[in-house]
């Protein structure tokens, strides 16, 4: 490959594997000193892109001396630049800045404002942000007067880093994306990437985090083409993916970046960088040893680099993981107060957080006084921070307000905060985004619920159990019904797996599996990225009105479970009246939930009928999750609001609840909404058979002749393209199909149709969901909690897109015993009951037969 030697240094950052090719063609050539000098320092800076740092030095000393052999001042002051920024960024940083200060006596013109460059790049890695940016300001205004077009690029690039460091969001963007016209002008492909990446920052950095999404995976997509692995990509996607709750994706993240250093490859300052991020990871997702080991190894690294800006960071990580160990004591609340001033002086996010910390240990010591200015410091109001930041703030205000008595403040500062959090959440459009972020007001709410249980206050307790509960189902998420990729790639992995499903596993090709998870990660990607309409206003997520409920619930009584610190509270409405009730230990409740769930699983599979009765286990149940609010209910129709953690509970099991109509959804608010859907004004009727279900096929033959007007999709019309035309907008659709559910990735919960599954992903396609939807399938009514109080899973999808009401079991079901269920359930339907009704009414026809008994049993009725 032959090159002119003056197109070498800009292929050299542009394409690096061609650049190492052409200077050694060029050396070949046996050149001149000054030729000679070119060919390695752009073999040296392309060693340097490609991670192989000792050998860009070893080149970049021998570019340096050939230099000085040619005589030319310009062509060594070029070399001791790319050599000084070489060394900072190796961790060198005293040789580094020695060799970068010559080059600045020897430069002038354009070449000065290049070396400036370079010199302000190894500041930056050492924390000297203010120094660093006078550089950038003298080399941007050298370099335009120049005409230099990729070089004033680069100099726009780095100032813009600085202004993310310096808390200017909006004016970094503008930098990159200025950076990023100007290397598109000029070819460099390669740099051009790395300004999405550093967009993708800036988003993140104010708050946005489809965008950092979507900036990161054009940042994945450019590295891929100019065959590049950047370790500043896994950094940055594992933040942003902590920030958005996928604790455990930004593990895995952090974690492959490790292995990556291990095997060589990534500069010395990034090995300390990835450390950090790992540590961080592994805080994230409650495994402290982990943390605190690798946030001295980065702190190790940091110091020997003089980087005292990341040094006292990771510093404050392991004091972070002691905390969250278990240690306590005024030795590390000193430790903690001292390197929170530290972060103050560095001016860095984390020092607000620091002060929390420093707070809560000060509290846990009695150290008031210590407390009060901790908290005091931890609640300043920053501008140009990410909004979790923002929150944690209003949490430092709410905590010091809670420790002096100041009520009336702690209320005000948790509202503020959990107002900040809706905001947030509200600029993402895809669900589960929505529902991990808010872990992040969990303690907000936490307070605001222990005020309002220790005034006795059933409203208060009520009202902020609404306020932080379900919210991310309040409003439908944001995806286009005409996504073309998406649809397609839904398509392929139908496909896929499919041929998993067919193929035995003895001569099954691993490819399958590999194309199922790269499919899988391309869907939900791409529904991450979706963008969220703050034009339906914070209000839609928060809007609960008591009066409303009172009015609404008419002779029904609604019981909201509330979980305060491990112990299960009731609020019961009815009457126009709110009480409070305690229930009981939550553990408690859920192990009789799994103990319940166990025997209809067990009957449901025909197997030996002893052991403890339905009954028994129902009074156990029943006490443990309701107790004396079994004794308040009269013998009206309920609506059940449990807290996630108790959502999969078979209520017609309990003896208070199971001659009765009983509703369950996952906030009070979201049953109201659902009370105002009216039904479509066509009375369209879906009947869906899938494959392999011999008793899905009578089931579906019976409903045929109760609805002999129905859409009936089966035997190989029951595709997913189909199946979603005739579903939406639908009166009442009937689902009979085998269901899987996956906690490991909940919105891949699907039903399997003719043509493969049919997922979550695929149900948000609707524009709007069937008004009633009746799934006979095996744990279609299964969800996975996520975030504070949040709900991820089939069912918990359709709420928010317009189902007034489902019917769905939370346990597997013997297929045949369902059969007369749900024919008299679409009998009462007809007769105009609401599914509540219809379900209590089908059930208690079912007759002594245990197994029918027990797929009554399994089914809750979802919504109003």
Same mark, same amino acid.
């Given at each position: 490959m032959t090159v002119a030697p003056e197109d070498l240094l800009p292929l050299a950052l542009s394409r690096p594997h061609d650049a190492i090719v052409a200077a050694r063609t060029l050396l070949a050539e046996a050149p001149d000193a000054g030729t000679a000098s070119i060919a390695h320092q752009a073999s040296g800076i392309a060693s340097r892109q490609l991670g192989e740092v000792d050998t860009a030095i070893r080149e970049l000393r021998i570019a340096l001396r050939l230099a000085e052999e040619s005589g030319l001042p310009d062509r060594e002051a070029d070399v001791l630049a790319t050599l000084g920024a070489t060394l900072g960024r190796a961790g060198r940083s005293k040789e580094g800045l020695a060799r970068l200060d010559r080059a600045v006596e020897l430069s002038r013109g354009a070449l000065a404002g290049?070396?400036?460059?370079?010199?302000?790049?190894?500041?930056?890695?050492?924390?000297?942000?203010?120094?660093?940016?006078?550089?950038?300001? %003298?080399?941007?205004?050298?370099?335009?007067?120049?005409?230099?077009?990729?070089?004033?690029?680069?100099?726009?690039?780095?100032?813009?880093?600085?202004q993310l460091k310096l808390g200017g969001t909006r004016q970094a963007d503008a930098d990159f994306d200025q950076a990023g016209r100007l290397y598109a002008a000029a070819g460099q492909d390669l740099e051009y990437v790395e300004t999405r990446l550093n967009r993708g920052w800036a988003a993140f950095l104010r708050g946005d985090l489809p965008a950092a999404l979507q900036f990161l995976a054009e940042a994945e997509q450019g590295y891929a083409e100019v065959d590049v692995v950047s370790p500043d990509l896994a950094i940055d996607r594992c933040a942003v993916l902590m920030a958005a709750g996928l604790t455990a994706e930004a593990l895995t993240q952090a974690d492959e970046g490790l292995v990556r250093m291990e095997t060589g490859g990534v500069p010395a300052t990034k090995q300390a960088e990835v450390l950090f991020t790992a540590a961080t990871a592994a805080l994230a997702v409650g495994d402290p040893v982990t943390a605190q080991a690798r946030a001295e190894r980065a702190r190790r690294l940091f110091s020997a680099q003089r980087r005292t800006w990341w040094s006292v960071r990771a510093s404050m990580l392991q004091l972070e993981a002691r905390?969250?160990?278990?240690?306590?004591?005024?030795?590390? %609340?000193?430790?903690?107060?001292?390197?929170?001033?530290?972060?103050?002086?560095?001016?860095?996010?984390? !020092?607000?957080?620091?002060?929390?910390?420093?707070?809560?240990?000060?509290?846990?010591?009695?150290?008031?006084?210590?407390?009060?200015?901790?908290?005091?410091?931890?609640?300043?109001?920053?501008?140009?921070?990410?909004?979790?930041?923002?929150?944690?703030?209003? %949490?430092?205000?709410?905590?010091?307000?809670?420790?002096?008595?100041?009520?009336?403040?702690?209320?005000?500062?948790?509202?503020?905060?959990?107002?900040?959090?809706?905001?947030?959440? &509200?600029?993402?459009?895809?669900?589960?985004?929505?529902? *991990?972020?808010?872990?992040?007001?969990?303690?907000? #709410?936490?307070? !605001?619920?222990?005020?309002?249980?220790?005034?006795?206050?059933?409203?208060? %307790?009520?009202?902020?159990?609404?306020?932080?509960?379900?919210?991310?189902?309040?409003?439908?998420?944001?995806?286009?019904?005409?996504?073309?990729?998406?649809?397609?790639?839904?398509?392929? &992995?139908?496909?896929?797996?499919?041929?998993?499903?067919?193929?035995?596993? !003895?001569? *099954?090709?691993?490819?399958?599996?590999?194309?199922?998870?790269?499919?899988?990660?391309?869907?939900?990607?791409?529904? &991450?990225?979706?963008?969220?309409?703050?034009?339906?206003?914070?209000? !839609?997520? *928060?809007?609960?009105?008591?009066?409303?409920?009172?009015?609404?619930?008419?002779?029904?009584?609604?019981?909201?479970?509330?979980?305060?610190?491990?112990?299960?509270?009731?609020?019961?409405?009815?009457?126009?009246? &709110?009480?409070?009730?305690?229930?009981?230990?939550?553990?408690?409740?859920?192990?009789?939930?799994? *103990?319940?769930?166990?025997?209809?699983?067990?009957?449901?599979?025909?197997?030996?009928?002893?052991?403890?009765?339905?009954e028994l286990l129902g009074g156990r149940l029943g006490d443990a999750i309701l107790g004396p609010v079994q004794h308040v209910l009269g013998e009206r129709p309920v609506v059940m609001v449990p807290p996630a953690s108790l959502q999969?509970?078979?209520?017609?099991?309990?003896? #208070?609840?199971?001659?009765?109509?009983?509703?369950?959804?996952?906030?009070? #608010?979201?049953?109201?909404?659902?009370?105002?859907?009216?039904?479509?004004?066509?009375?369209?009727?879906?009947?869906?058979?899938?494959?392999?279900?011999?008793?899905?096929?009578?089931?579906?033959d019976r409903l045929t002749e109760q609805y002999p007007d129905a859409v009936v999709l089966r035997d190989g019309t029951a595709t997913a393209e189909r199946v979603l035309k005739e579903l939406d907008g639908a009166w009442i659709a009937h689902i009979a199909a085998h269901g899987t559910f996956r906690a490991d990735s909940p919105l891949f919960s699907s039903l399997r149709l003719d043509d493969g599954p049919l997922t979550v992903y695929d149900f948000e396609r609707l524009r709007r969901a069937p008004y009633r939807l009746v799934l006979s399938s095996c744990d279609s009514g299964l969800a996975t909690p996520v975030g504070a109080d949040e709900l991820l899973g089939l069912t918990s999808s359709l709420v928010p897109l317009g189902a007034a009401g489902i019917l769905a079991s939370v346990v597997p079901v013997n297929d045949p015993a369902t059969v007369p269920l749900m024919t008299a359930l679409h009998d009462h339907l007809q007769a105009g009951h609401s599914l509540a009704e219809a379900f209590a009414l089908a059930r208690s026809a079912a007759g002594t037969d245990p197994v029918a008994d027990a797929a009554g049993r399994s089914f809750v009725a979802l919504g109003a």
């Open positions: 290049r070396v400036l460059l370079r010199r302000a790049d190894v500041l930056i890695v050492l924390g000297r942000h203010r120094e660093a940016l006078d550089d950038l300001r %003298l080399a941007i205004s050298k370099l335009r007067r120049s005409g230099d077009q990729a070089w004033e690029a680069r100099t726009l690039n780095y100032r813009g880093f600085i905390y969250r160990s278990g240690e306590r004591g005024p030795g590390l %609340l000193r430790q903690v107060v001292r390197t929170a001033g530290r972060l103050d002086e560095l001016s860095t996010a984390e !020092a607000s957080a620091a002060h929390l910390l420093a707070g809560r240990l000060a509290l846990s010591e009695g150290r008031r006084q210590t407390a009060d200015r901790q908290l005091e410091l931890a609640g300043r109001l920053s501008k140009n921070v990410p909004p979790t930041v923002w929150s944690a703030a209003w %949490l430092g205000r709410a905590l010091r307000a809670e420790a002096r008595g100041e009520v009336r403040r702690m209320l005000t500062a948790c509202g503020r905060g959990l107002d900040a959090l809706d905001e947030y959440r &509200l600029t993402m459009g895809a669900t589960e985004l929505r529902a *991990r972020t808010t872990g992040h007001g969990a303690e907000l #709410a936490e307070l !605001a619920l222990r005020d309002a249980l220790r005034r006795n206050d059933p409203q208060a %307790l009520l009202a902020w159990a609404e306020r932080w509960r379900a919210t991310a189902l309040a409003v439908p998420p944001v995806r286009p019904p005409d996504d073309e990729q998406l649809v397609s790639d839904l398509a392929q &992995l139908r496909d896929v797996v499919t041929q998993l499903e067919s193929t035995p596993e !003895a001569i *099954r090709p691993p490819s399958l599996e590999r194309d199922r998870r790269r499919l899988e990660t391309a869907v939900r990607d791409r529904a &991450l990225r979706a963008q969220g309409n703050e034009s339906r206003g914070v209000d !839609a997520a *928060r809007s609960f009105d008591v009066d409303e409920l009172h009015q609404a619930l008419g002779g029904t009584a609604l019981v909201e479970l509330i979980d305060v610190g491990g112990v299960l509270h009731a609020v019961v409405a009815a009457d126009g009246q &709110l009480t409070q009730h305690e229930v009981g230990p939550l553990g408690a409740a859920a192990v009789e939930v799994e *103990r319940s769930r166990f025997r209809l699983r067990w009957l449901a599979h025909g197997r030996s009928r002893t052991g403890p009765s339905l999969a509970v078979p209520w017609a099991l309990i003896p #208070a609840l199971a001659d009765r109509p009983v509703n369950v959804v996952p906030s009070a #608010a979201m049953w109201l909404r659902a009370r105002r859907l009216r039904p479509p004004g066509e009375r369209r009727v879906v009947l869906v058979l899938g494959p392999g279900l011999t008793a899905g096929r009578a089931e579906i």
